[in-house]
């Protein structure tokens, strides 16, 4: 797996119905900066919304996956958002005139050819990875649906279907890493069997579908009539039956249908807005599912984005004891507001300080329901990172860091004497020119008390120049 974001080299259009609509659609991907995610962007209305393509912004999963955002919507997007996913692009923004993608042939053979043609562009940002480190189980009872994802270093799918039919029977597909999805996934197309189909003909829920575009499942021999009654339904002369399948007379592969069932996966999955390190497997899996197991992990990852990366261990050896940090920092007390840093690397710090009754601000604030000010919280953060700045500066005591810009600060809970307040930063993007961006957290017994997004710039001091 690449460690960096890429997006598309050049843009792409495609064009089609869309399968429940059945409008024309001109849907072209367009590169993007990094960062930015993928982007459904209706040209068709006023003011071109924008949709995120996230499980934040699913709305619909019963013939497909849909989102929408104040009343924006596109539906049917998993087989793009699984080519995409596939071919290694994080970052795209999709231009589209219609609520739906086109179905093309019912498949994501076209998209990933296109896409490979195209090709990419790697870009600077890191890929994010959501990274299973116990195991995750989404289960239906009554319909049979499981899904479980285990730890693992790489990502890979385990499928398997078992609808009771005759036609398919039992069948399964994998998709390991390094596999080609090219040649092995993206050109199966979807299913439906005959009884699911018929009522959504007769509501004209459909009417983008048709012989071409999807695989139709026939599950008991049928008479004259039936066929003359499906050739007035789909308005064609030439239906058969053949080997339990409608007018699809060769299958792609023997386990098409499973294999589609790991394409829809795949596209679902993309909706978490990073990539997974974990082993997923999946029996009678679909849209509903999908994004319910994805919406379950990004709760997890919103909690542990609030709870404290690194472990402090008292007794463990320091990076820097609160001698080392005076050789670093230019603060003294009573401005001094760090007392450990436990962890440091190239792009993060964790720091301790200890709160105490004796702090001097406690005299007027207040005194009698003392409270530690903000500010100096954002400030004991901002040493914290100055440390991380100078960590790797040969002569740290040279420089001094100061702000330039503090952005998101959110306080979550009073720190008071006798709490222990626990520093994480790090790194947003890398320093350059003495410029220093950080996501910055404060944590007391665990729970988050402060963050904020601070900007600072490490400048020589006059006095050593």
Do not use: W
């Not at 479980?148 to 399964?172: A, M, R, W």
Request: proline share 5%; charged share 25%; hydrophobic share 40%.
């Amino acid at each position: 797996m690449s460690c960096k974001q890429n997006t598309i080299s050049s843009p792409i259009t495609f064009k089609g119905k869309g399968l429940h609509t059945g409008l024309n659609v001109t849907m072209t991907v367009n590169p993007a900066d990094e960062n930015t995610g993928i982007r459904f962007r209706r040209t068709d209305l006023e003011g071109r919304p924008e949709i995120l393509a996230l499980s934040d912004y699913v709305t619909d999963t019963s013939r497909g996956t849909t989102i929408e955002k104040e009343g924006a919507r596109v539906s049917t997007i998993e087989h793009i958002m699984a080519a995409l996913y596939t071919s290694g692009i994080d970052n795209a923004i999709i231009d589209i005139d219609a609520p739906e993608t086109p179905i093309l042939d019912g498949s994501a053979r076209e998209y990933v050819m296109q896409i490979a043609r195209a090709g990419l562009t790697e870009q600077q940002a890191e890929r994010q990875y959501y990274t299973v480190r116990e195991k995750i189980s989404y289960t239906v009872p009554e319909k049979n649906i499981k899904i479980e994802i285990f730890p693992d270093d790489e990502f890979s799918v385990s499928v398997h279907i078992d609808y009771s039919s005759k036609v398919l029977g039992n069948q399964y597909a994998t998709f390991e890493p390094g596999e080609d999805f090219a040649n092995k996934i993206a050109p199966c197309r979807t299913f439906v069997f005959l009884h699911e189909l018929e009522p959504l003909l007769n509501l004209n829920l459909i009417k983008g579908g048709d012989l071409d575009n999807a695989i139709v499942v026939v599950e008991n021999p049928m008479t004259e009539q039936e066929v003359d009654r499906l050739k007035k339904l789909f308005d064609k002369d030439d239906i058969k039956v053949s080997k339990g399948y409608l007018n699809n007379l060769e299958l792609r592969y023997q386990n098409e249908p499973a294999r589609h069932k790991l394409l829809d996966l795949l596209g679902d999955f993309a909706l978490l807005g990073m990539r997974i390190k974990g082993r997923v497997f999946a029996t009678r899996p679909g849209h509903a599912a999908n994004t319910a197991v994805i919406k379950q992990i990004k709760k997890e990852i919103r909690k542990s984005a609030n709870a404290p990366k690194y472990s402090y261990d008292p007794n463990a050896q320091m990076v820097y004891d609160i001698n080392g940090i005076r050789s670093v920092l230019p603060h003294r007390p009573p401005f001094l507001l760090v007392d450990r840093i436990f962890h440091i690397d190239r792009d993060s710090v964790a720091g301790i300080k200890n709160v105490t009754m004796n702090e001097p601000f406690f005299v007027g604030h207040f005194p009698d329901e003392p409270v530690m000010p903000g500010v100096l919280i954002i400030e004991a953060m901002a040493q914290c990172g100055g440390i991380l700045a100078l960590h790797n500066v040969e002569d740290p005591e040279n420089y001094s860091t100061y702000f330039m810009k503090i952005d998101g600060v959110k306080f979550k809970q009073k720190v008071v004497p006798g709490d222990t307040l626990q520093f994480e930063l790090r790194l947003t993007e890398p320093i350059r020119r003495g410029i220093v961006q950080m996501e910055a957290k404060a944590f007391v017994g665990g729970q988050l008390a402060t963050e904020a997004q601070l900007m600072a710039q490490v400048i020589r001091n006059k006095v050593n120049e």
